[in-house]
């Protein structure tokens, strides 16, 4: 697709993977919404890179609605939808409750589902879209203390797969992006992002990788990308 004028809505776009592909994509020429829970530190970060700040948390199921209708409003339409909003809990067997599964996959799976939802009656009338998911590499292989947020992100590649069946037909394409760790605030409680180390990913590569799968002419896509550290010391 053409990026210039593209009509994108990047949740989770205050920090991190975030961020920097919201950036990337507006100094390509796309009209970007960002959206975040804190609104002085949305707001801020949408006047810094060139955004449009709408505040809205996709765990709160009911604001969906009505938040997917202003930001349409706010865009003039909708071309990409990046679902980039993530939480993570990491407690070890025996210490897991509802409350950990509860909580992850408010954000990470259920309210995913349900703003997607709303887009996509947008892109079936339009006959085109995309969708574009981020998951993890924990989506692929589990690890220790991972029960609670690799079950959301293997849920995330489950459904991306269903997704994209069904929509193929209608002309939207639905992408599914695997980082490995990327040093940002994520699981960070005081929201403070980690500073960038030579071994590991940086928001920056993710956001390459995001807007590189866009910018493909539409008779193609990438159903699926994993991005590793070369980490050739390690």
């Not at 409680?189 to 990913?201: G, Q, T, V």
């Amino acid at each position: 697709m053409n990026l210039s004028n593209a009509r994108i809505l990047v949740t989770g776009g205050s920090a991190g993977i975030g961020k920097a592909t919201a950036k990337l994509l507006v100094e390509a020429g796309a009209k970007v919404v960002i959206t975040g829970r804190n609104v002085e530190k949305l707001n801020r970060v949408a006047e810094e890179i060139g955004a449009i700040a709408v505040a809205f948390d996709v765990s709160d199921y009911a604001s969906i609605p009505t938040k997917t209708a202003e930001t349409v409003e706010a865009l003039g339409g909708i071309d990409v939808l990046v679902n980039n909003a993530g939480i993570g809990d990491f407690p070890l067997m025996g210490d897991i409750t509802i409350e950990h599964f509860e909580r992850v996959f408010s954000t990470n799976v259920f309210g995913l589902t349900l703003l997607t939802q709303e887009l996509v009656k947008h892109f079936k009338e339009q006959k085109n879209g995309h969708i574009i998911n981020i998951a993890s590499t924990a989506g692929v292989r589990g690890f220790a203390r991972g029960t609670v947020y690799a079950a959301s992100k293997f849920a995330l590649r489950g459904m991306t797969e269903c997704w994209r069946a069904e929509l193929r037909p209608h002309n939207v394409r639905v992408i599914l992006v695997n980082p490995s760790e990327v040093t940002t605030a994520f699981a960070n409680e005081e929201r403070i992002e980690r500073p960038n180390e030579a071994y590991k990913l940086r928001p920056l590569e993710i956001a390459h990788t995001i807007k590189a799968t866009l910018e493909m002419d539409d008779r193609g896509f990438i159903p699926e990308v994993t991005v590793w550290a070369t980490n050739p010391n390690r």
